[in-house]
């Protein structure tokens, strides 16, 4: 099945940072999503993103589909910003979606 | 807000107990799933029901049971469960289809003690 990679797994940021979260995919997919999962445990859909570049405020993300992999952009981090993010996929040939190992996102005051 | 609604949030139950999880959606959505997530690891698919119909059982251990009553409800059923059990469940629906957002809920905290 296909395989997805996180990187990095942890990364620490003063408030006002910017970061850069990598997804990588080992197949060809026509479903990828990235979704931040707050302390208390919900996951929030940041971004529907198969291909192409989206925008929504201090966050953008961008699948480059032929490349395998997205990129989901955080600008002037804020504590708020602090938890987990998971990129997931589908494959063009698979059934389920499929999650990363998630980045842990710890932003500084 | 969350338009995929848990309860209970949190649920300790004992190995010898028989409870339930459940959840709700009114998206309209006809794709819905449960997951599992231990802790600082990822979700993982347990159920996905399509049409009201099971499409995916992730060779689940019978203990847990799912039921899908009506399109808009989802339940699992949790009997004689074991201390690794503990975890946290998500529900989550799509519209179905290849290319859908999928929405989780906020969870339910189980502990099994």
């Known amino acids: 099945g296909i395989q997805v990679e996180q990187s990095p797994p942890d990364l620490i940021l003063q408030e006002g940072a910017n970061s850069t979260l990598r997804c990588n995919f080992s197949?060809?997919?026509?479903?990828l999503q990235w979704f931040h999962q707050n302390p208390w445990g919900q996951l929030i859909n940041l971004f529907y993103i198969p291909s192409g570049t989206k925008q929504n405020g201090r966050l953008s993300a961008t699948t480059v589909a032929t490349e395998r992999y997205s990129l989901l952009y955080i600008s002037s981090s804020q504590t708020t910003d602090s938890g987990v993010y998971f990129c997931a996929v589908k494959g063009s040939s698979a059934s389920k979606i499929i999650f990363g190992s998630g980045t842990r996102l710890s932003i500084r005051p | 807000d969350t338009e995929v609604t848990q309860t209970p949030k949190h649920l300790v139950m004992g190995m010898t107990n028989k409870k339930s999880l459940k959840c709700e959606q009114h998206m309209g959505h006809r794709a819905m799933y449960w997951y599992k997530q231990k802790a600082k690891k990822p979700p993982e698919l347990m159920f996905v029901y399509s049409y009201e119909k099971l499409s995916i059982n992730e060779s689940v251990p019978s203990r847990f049971s799912p039921e899908c009553p009506n399109s808009s409800l989802l339940n699992l059923h949790l009997h004689a469960l074991q201390p690794e059990d503990s975890a946290l469940y998500l529900c989550?629906?799509?519209?179905?289809?290849?290319?859908?957002?999928?929405?989780f809920g906020e969870g339910s905290w189980l502990t099994v003690v």
């Open positions: 989550a629906s799509s519209s179905g289809g290849t290319g859908n957002t999928i929405y």
């Open positions: 197949d060809s997919v026509n479903n």
